[in-house]
């Protein structure tokens, strides 16, 4: 089936702990992004790619990893989490022409105590 | 700047009434504006992108350029239309760049 798949699709994590958090499509768009999702907060930017071998950082970068290593993969690494980083995160990815619209994996609820 | 707003966390409406949900934008240049939407704890999935000016689910949004705004309308709103619906905006990254979202609730 085609689309983007995150895992796990919950966690709970011991502060101090670190995780990655999977996300793979199968749509061969070149960009990819990782949000959260925090109530009241709406969905804000995390880290993104435009192509296979780069990425930048979004709005709330600190704390989180990213590595591109082909088109299909973009995982998240959390290196040392904290509480903050409570929150469900969502991935996604579009074209970079044409349709430009982006498709979201399901999301994974991260809780850290 | 570029920026979302939803001024309102959540509207409550019953059955058979309009609905409007508000977006407005700050970008310079030419936006490419979508409205996404979440039932409970599932995926964002697109509703409307401006470019296509398509009705889903009997919903519109039109885009006023001189007003910078995408409001998301429903004439008559239904129980299965309570949602989270995300008004969001093309970054010049490429990123979408989102509002704080809007709960609509439809009363029965």
């Known amino acids: 089936i085609a689309g983007i798949t995150q895992a796990p699709t919950s966690q709970i994590l011991a502060a101090g702990r670190r995780m990655t958090l999977r996300c793979t499509q199968d749509m061969r768009h070149n960009a990819m992004y990782w949000y959260r999702q925090d109530l009241g907060l709406g969905l804000r930017l995390i880290h993104y790619?435009?192509?296979?071998?780069?990425?930048g950082k979004g709005e709330v970068p600190d704390g989180y990893s990213v590595s591109r290593a082909n088109t299909d993969d973009f995982p998240l690494t959390l290196a040392s989490a904290v509480p903050s980083q409570t929150s469900v995160y969502f991935c996604?990815?579009?074209?970079?022409?044409?349709?430009?619209?982006?498709?979201f994996g399901q999301g994974t609820r991260l809780t850290v105590v | 700047a570029q920026r979302v707003t939803q001024p309102e966390k959540l509207l409550s409406v019953f059955k058979g009434a309009p609905v409007e949900l508000k977006c407005n934008y700050s970008?310079?240049?030419?936006?490419?504006l979508f409205w996404y939407v979440q039932y409970s704890r599932q995926r964002l999935q697109l509703l409307l992108r401006?470019?296509s000016r398509e009705s889903i689910k009997g919903f519109t949004a039109d885009l006023n350029k001189g007003e910078t705004s995408f409001h998301l309308k429903k004439p008559f709103a239904q129980e299965e239309d309570s949602a989270m619906y995300y008004c969001a905006l093309k970054g010049s990254q490429g990123n979408l760049i989102f509002g704080k979202g809007t709960k609509l609730s439809v009363k029965p």
């Open positions: 790619s435009n192509t296979a071998g780069t990425t």
């Open positions: 996604a990815s579009s074209e970079t022409g044409g349709r430009t619209e982006a498709f």
């Open positions: 401006h470019i």
């Open positions: 970008y310079s240049g030419s936006p490419e």
